[in-house]
């Protein structure tokens, strides 16, 4: 189950939800199912990011806004399909979340695995001097990456930022 689904689910069983720091806080009106807070733990950094984006970011209209001027440019100025320009929009709005929702950890420790430097496997500085560094071994930065673009995409997709499928 994806972050977006996760949140949906805790909604429906009338939790609410904020981000506190790198936290997460539950409030609940009603008791709340423990199959709810174990989608939660396991959906937690997506949750958190998700948040953000709902309070921090653009409002969902102007991501729409992005998704299909970046759409129409690749279809109608680039001859691309308009399945194609939506993926390649879809692509443009991943990056532009995750430049907009940068993460920063202490190089002290890998952000993915936990563990510290090693002579052998230094940990290495991801992201801009001015946004910070997320720190990670070469062997983690992928599974990382994939984690962020999970997260970026199931944001988009609360904000109905999706490919359509082919209607052919």
């Not at 308009?82 to 390649?88: G, I, K, P, S």
């Not at 920063?104 to 991801?126: N, V």
């Not at 944001?155 to 499928?165: D, E, K, Q, W, Y």
């Amino acid at each position: 189950m994806s972050a977006a689904e996760a949140l949906e689910v805790a909604r429906s069983a009338r939790l609410e939800l904020r981000v506190d720091g790198q936290g997460l806080v539950l409030k609940a009106s009603v008791p709340h199912s423990p199959t709810v807070l174990d989608l939660l733990v396991r959906n937690k950094a997506g949750v958190v990011a998700i948040l953000r984006t709902e309070v921090e970011d653009w409002p969902a209209d102007e991501w729409r806004v992005l998704f299909d001027e970046r759409a129409a440019i690749a279809e109608f100025d680039g001859g691309l399909s308009r399945q194609a320009a939506e993926a390649l929009a879809r692509a443009c709005c991943v990056a532009e979340w995750l430049n907009r929702h940068s993460v920063r950890a202490s190089p002290e420790k890998c952000l993915l695995c936990g563990q510290a430097d090693y002579y052998h496997e230094p940990l290495l500085p991801c992201g801009t001097e001015a946004e910070g560094h997320a720190w990670l071994h070469h062997r983690c930065w992928e599974d990382w990456h994939a984690r962020r673009k999970t997260e970026a995409t199931d944001a988009l997709a609360t904000m109905g930022i999706t490919i359509r499928s082919s209607t052919t």
